[in-house]
């Protein structure tokens, strides 16, 4: 697949990645972009694949859209173990569509794994049994982290906060092959190399983005994100479905459970929000060290000018 797509790209236009922590505004810029070269987006934000999760996790609107095309928002059931295998596999030919209407795919998102799997390559890593997945299931949050850290602290570095789906995957991959996950992850290829691609992270100064990130956590209540997690609330998913993680799901998840009244639930999703955005912005300023930093409008102006 990689050479045969360093085939296309080399006689294509550039694919243009826009990253950035959460309300950032990635998605509205990549609209602008789109317009400005004739382009269409693609989501890389692991959140935004599920049907369930609208307004939780500030999928476009139609309005939002503009009348430009967007690709794999909305449509993975939130009962799935969607992983970054998968969504690899999913955007590959959503690309090569792209090109093939001869317009410019622009890929945007805040899940560094995914733009990290796009350009750097995905470990071909045999599957964990399932008596070892289950049994790693099992281990409690805290005893998953240390285990992880101890047997593949490369790996465990690159996980933000507690992550149970990606901490048991570091723990079953090791059980299974007696090999470190980030060891099987050295042995890949890019899937679009870098020369093919304009990268560019959105990184605004902490102050701004926390306050765009309190209002826009009220705005998704007032749009219907309480009734929205009322509805997943209804579906009885298992707990150990990744979606219900989301942050601001979960936590009005606990409010519908009695576990906490409303106002707590509302700031702590708040707060919770605010620490992710922090983790990614380190993550993105860690990782993305050959990408063009946008820090403000001027910054983002002149670079969407140069595309």
Sequence with gaps: MGQAMEK????????????????????AYAVDIAKAVGGEIINADALQVYVDLHWLSARPTEADMAGVPHHLFGYVSGDTLYSTGDWVRDVVPVI??????????????????????????????????RDIA?????????????????IDPAASSRVLGDDPQRLARIIGVHRATGRALSSWQDDTRPIIPAQFTRRSVLLPDRVSLYARINQRFDQMLEAGGLEEAQTVHALGYP?????LKAIGLSHLLSYLDGECDL???????K?????????????????????????????????????
């Design 96 to 129: 090569l569509q792209v090109m093939g209407r001869n317009r410019i795919p622009i890929i945007v998102g805040g899940t560094g794994m995914y733009f990290r799997a796009l350009l750097e390559g995905l470990a071909n890593v045999p599957p964990v049994p």
């Design 271 to 307: 707060r919770d929000t605010r620490r992710l955005a922090k983790r990614q912005m380190t993550w993105f300023r860690n990782r993305c060290t050959d990408w063009t930093v946008l820090k403000n409008e001027a910054e983002k102006e002149i670079y969407a000018q140069s595309l």
């Design 239 to 243: 707990a150990r479905a990744p979606m």
């Design 8 to 27: 296309i790209l080399g006689e294509m236009p550039l694919v243009v990645c826009i990253a950035g922590p959460t309300a950032s505004g990635k998605s």
């Design 134 to 150: 289950s049994a790693v299931d099992l281990i409690p949050i805290s005893e998953m982290r240390r285990q992880a850290e101890e």
């Design 263 to 269: 106002e707590n639930a509302i700031e702590t999703a």
